[in-house]
Nanobody, 124 residues
Framework: VQLQASGGGLVQAGDSLKLSCEASGINFRNYALGWFRQAPGKEREFVAAIHRNHATIKYANSVKGRFTISRDNAKNMVYLQMNDLKPDDAGVYYC??????????????????WGQGTLVTVSS
């Protein structure tokens, strides 16, 4: 199983970035997918998640209205569109996948598989 995240970079506050995560080795459509981030000196935190049913999507309050998670089952891809980025959004972003996640646990960090992370830096 491999999750490969990409798309991070250095941007200015107010800019946009789109992160991508390609999965292999799993029956992708059966997995809930999440994005988490970790800033230096801080714990990893939940950002967004999408259930395998496509209908249930969760966001951290800090990113609601600015970030959008989506998935493409045909391509085994999950995306995170990030708009109006703020310095507090900086960190390493990780994608995660889990086949057993139920809706009520989408926001918790207990996912079976994790990508290697992609760094997002936001300058003020």
């Amino acid at each position: 199983v491999q999750l490969q995240a990409s798309g991070g970079g250095l941007v200015q506050a107010g800019d946009s970035l789109k992160l991508s995560c390609e999965a292999s080795g799993i029956n992708f459509r059966n997995y809930a997918l999440g994005w988490f981030r970790q800033a230096p000196g801080k714990e990893r935190e939940f950002v967004a998640a999408i259930h395998r049913n496509h209908a249930t999507i969760k966001y951290a309050n800090s990113v609601k209205g600015r970030f959008t998670i989506s998935r493409d089952n045909a391509k085994n891809m999950v995306y995170l569109q990030m708009n109006d980025l703020k310095p507090d959004d900086a960190g390493v972003y990780y994608c995660a996948a889990d086949a057993r996640k139920i809706v009520s646990t989408l926001t918790t960090s207990e996912y079976d598989y994790w990508g290697q992370g992609t760094l997002v830096t936001v300058s003020s």
